[in-house]
């Protein structure tokens, strides 16, 4: 018998925490507290405008731009 290793413990395996937010089937959710809050305060050091209007995934992507501009929530 092959060892299998299980699809989580698995590198080349993807997880489904990495969706595309347009994948999403709640994106289309108003934001979460913690999306809104996070937002904020990149919003703040970016110098960008917070949009309290966007939704889960519209936020989620914002998210990830901020923290490329100002290397926030880099693990590395």
């Given at each position: 018998?092959?060892?299998?290793?299980?699809?989580?413990?698995?590198?080349?395996?993807?997880?489904?925490?990495?969706?595309?937010?347009d994948d999403?089937?709640?994106?289309?959710?108003?934001?979460?507290?913690?999306q809104a809050?996070?937002?904020?305060?990149?919003?703040?050091?970016?110098?960008?405008?917070?949009?309290?209007?966007?939704?889960?995934?519209?936020a989620s992507?914002?998210?990830?731009?901020?923290?490329?501009?100002?290397?926030?929530?880099?693990?590395?």
């Amino acid at each position: 018998m092959s060892e299998n290793p299980k699809p989580t413990t698995d590198p080349a395996t993807p997880s489904n925490t990495e969706k595309d937010p347009d994948d999403w089937t709640t994106g289309s959710e108003t934001m979460t507290g913690a999306q809104a809050s996070y937002l904020k305060t990149l919003c703040e050091e970016a110098g960008a405008s917070f949009d309290p209007a966007l939704n889960k995934a519209e936020a989620s992507k914002m998210i990830d731009a901020l923290q490329a501009k100002t290397g926030r929530g880099r693990t590395r």
